[in-house]
Each structure stands twice: as C-alpha cells, then as structure tokens.
C-alpha cells in the first residue's frame, strides 16, 4: 500500500503521560498536514508542512502539542501531559505541492483515548 | 474566518432515493471546493472536487456537486443512492492561495437502507 501510513493505529494512555504518533507520507509528497477529529466534528485542521519546514502552527490546540518533520518525510505529533479532552482520532495527510489545486490523501488515523 | 457549514447532521434514505447534501461556505475570496466521503472504518477519500470552470462537477460513484457562487453553496447530489453509499460526508473548503489548508464542516451521516 503507497498511501499515507499512520502507527500506531489506536493509543490509550493514562492521564498526564506523553504520546507520539507517527505519520509516513506518500513517497514524493512535500506537504503534510495533522488534522485532529472528534465524535461528530468534522476534521481541525492543526498544522502543516512544507518538506522540513513547519509552515503553520497556530492551529496546534496548546503548547502541550508539537509536531516535527525532520528529513521532510515521516512526521511525528506528540502531545505532552496528556488530558482527556485530548481523545481524538488525529490524522495525517499528504500532498504534493500545496498550491491551490492540490488534493491532500489522508492516512487511517490514530485514536487516542486518554484514561 | 473561513468557515464550512453542513446543514444535516444525519440523513436517512431509502435505495434508489435522492439525494441532496448541502454545503456552505464563509470566505470572501475565490475558494476551492471538496467532497469527502469517510465509509465505516475506513480513511477520508475524495468525492469530487472544484477548482473554476463548470460549477457542475462529476466525482466517483454517479456523485455530482454544483458550485453556486451567489449561494456560497456546493451542495452534493446523487440521483439514486444505494446501500453502500453509507458512509459520513464532509464538505471542504480551501483558499485560493498557496498555503493554505483544508477547513472542513462537522459531516453528514448517511443512512441508506436497502
């Protein structure tokens, strides 16, 4: 499968620890963007980038969460001192190029569920 | 602030029904528009699109949606839905400039029983 790749797939982790989800691109993409979904919500949009470079990161929900993309690939999310409004499927998608006519692929997601 | 409205939260059609979802958006500038369908544990995939030209726009599985600017619409349309057209629809609106991301409204949950 060539899509976006998201692990791990479900995380449950206890009130107060730290959690990191992983996002692999599709191959040649340079843009990648972190969405977050809640029950009956469509996607919120949290932050994007453009190869290694972090373009917006305002969207990101507080400074608990942070995001990287080192070599312009694969990228990580990691939610310090995690809460239970935290529990959210977190997803990853990828584009080629982020001009305007560009169709963004989404990965399967991560759900969190904070206990 | 651009923003996506998706005015049915739940609807629920018979086979061979039609279908209508609506879609509005909040952006003063020139807008590119989207189609989502996400089918019971699966990822988001893409309906259809607009980008300019023909506000009528045909996607995957017989969907259509037409862009009316007046409106600030992008309703989705099928004319006869069937069983596995069950699956939540997100409407999705982008900017018109380099940048920019995906803002999407709260989805529309599809019920179609055979």
């Known amino acids: 499968d060539t899509g976006v790749s998201q692990d791990p797939r479900h995380k449950i982790t206890k009130r107060g620890q730290n959690v990191t989800f992983r996002c692999d691109p599709i191959s040649e993409h340079n843009r990648l963007y972190w969405y977050r979904q809640t029950l009956g919500q469509g996607p919120e949009f949290l932050t994007y980038f453009q190869n290694e470079a972090q373009l917006e990161k305002s969207r990101l929900l507080s400074d608990r969460f942070s995001a990287e993309r080192p070599k312009g690939s694969f990228s990580t999310l990691e939610i310090q001192r995690t809460e239970q409004g935290d529990s959210a499927m977190y997803l990853c998608?990828?584009?080629?190029?982020?001009?305007?006519?560009?169709?963004?692929?989404f990965g399967q997601g991560t759900r969190l569920t904070v206990v | 602030a651009q923003s996506v409205s998706q005015h049915n939260h739940h609807v629920i059609l018979s086979e061979a029904a039609s279908l209508e979802l609506g879609c509005n958006y909040s952006y003063g500038g020139t807008v590119n528009l989207f189609w989502y369908v996400q089918y019971p544990g699966q990822h988001l995939q893409l309906l259809l699109k607009y980008f300019s030209g023909d506000p009528l726009v045909k996607g995957i599985k017989g969907f259509e949606a037409e862009f009316i600017k007046s409106k600030f619409s992008f309703n989705l349309r099928k004319p006869s839905v069937q069983w596995s057209d069950t699956a939540e629809y997100f409407c999705a609106a982008k900017a018109n400039q380099a940048g920019t991301a995906l803002i999407f409204g709260k989805g529309t949950t599809l019920s179609v029983s055979s």
């Open positions: 998608a990828s584009s080629l190029g982020g001009g305007w006519n560009t169709e963004a692929f």
